[in-house]
């Protein structure tokens, strides 16, 4: 079974560092063709594609925030971490991370929603 | 960057009856398309990928066509919990990117 948990602050401050982390079991990313994506959706809004780290360390983010954006992995501990810097309160929104193999985005989390306000 | 745009905005259907939704991408391609389903407060769920592929544990009553631009999914007989928002996603290129979405509410 595979099992899916964001984790981090709920409340952060204008142009702090988000930091969140994406925990999982029962996936792997020493298998090949496999990532973790990080997808995110402001109150009321569409969802966001935000970046994606593959099995092999390549990344991709969302140009629109690249600058912004990190994502690492883990391997050893079955985790991925996404930081966000200078956050805005544009920036309020659920954030979820889901396995990714190349395609859609099977998300088997909850979600952790992060509000950005001073 | 590739556009996806989803129509209706809104859907307002009766229990019982068939839904079509759309979904125009601004630049064509093959079939690097899925569907997701998000009810209020809740993650989105994964519906359809490749197109026209079922998800695992999917109902049939669900099921996506199209290629080039134009994409469709049809909910062939609307279940008291198919009321929800829908959203397309294309994965063919940088930057995936999802559409607007379809609210489909009870008439």
């Known amino acids: 079974q595979i099992t899916w948990k964001e984790s981090g602050p709920t409340l952060v401050k204008p142009t702090q560092t988000l930091t969140l982390t994406c925990a999982f079991s029962?996936?792997?990313?020493?298998?090949?063709?496999?990532?973790v994506a990080w997808i995110r959706q402001s109150p009321g809004k569409a969802l966001e594609w935000l970046a994606v780290?593959?099995?092999?360390?390549?990344?991709r983010y969302n140009p629109s925030l690249k600058s912004r954006l990190t994502i690492i992995k883990d391997t050893s501990k079955n985790q991925a971490v996404f930081t966000m810097t200078n956050m805005d309160p544009v920036d309020t929104a659920t954030y979820y991370c889901?396995?990714?193999?190349?395609?859609?985005?099977?998300?088997r989390g909850q979600g952790t929603m992060v509000t950005v306000s001073s | 960057e590739i556009v996806m745009t989803q129509s209706p905005a809104t859907l307002s259907v009766s229990p019982g009856e068939g839904a079509t939704l759309s979904c125009r991408a601004s630049?064509?391609?093959?079939?690097?398309l899925a569907w997701y389903q998000q009810k209020s407060g809740q993650a989105p769920r994964l519906l359809i990928y490749?197109?026209?592929t079922r998800a695992t544990g999917i109902p049939a009553r669900f099921s996506g066509s199209g290629s080039g631009t134009e994409f469709t999914l049809t909910i062939s007989v609307l279940q008291s919990e198919d009321f929800a928002v829908y959203y397309c996603?294309?994965?063919?290129?940088?930057?995936?990117?999802f559409g607007g979405g379809t609210k489909v509410e009870i008439k």
């Open positions: 996603q294309q994965y063919n290129d940088w930057p995936l990117t």
């Open positions: 630049q064509g391609f093959s079939s690097k």
């Open positions: 490749d197109a026209s």
């Open positions: 029962g996936f792997s990313l020493r298998s090949s063709g496999v990532g």
């Open positions: 780290i593959d099995w092999d360390d390549d990344k």
């Open positions: 889901a396995p990714w193999t190349g395609g859609a985005f099977d998300v």
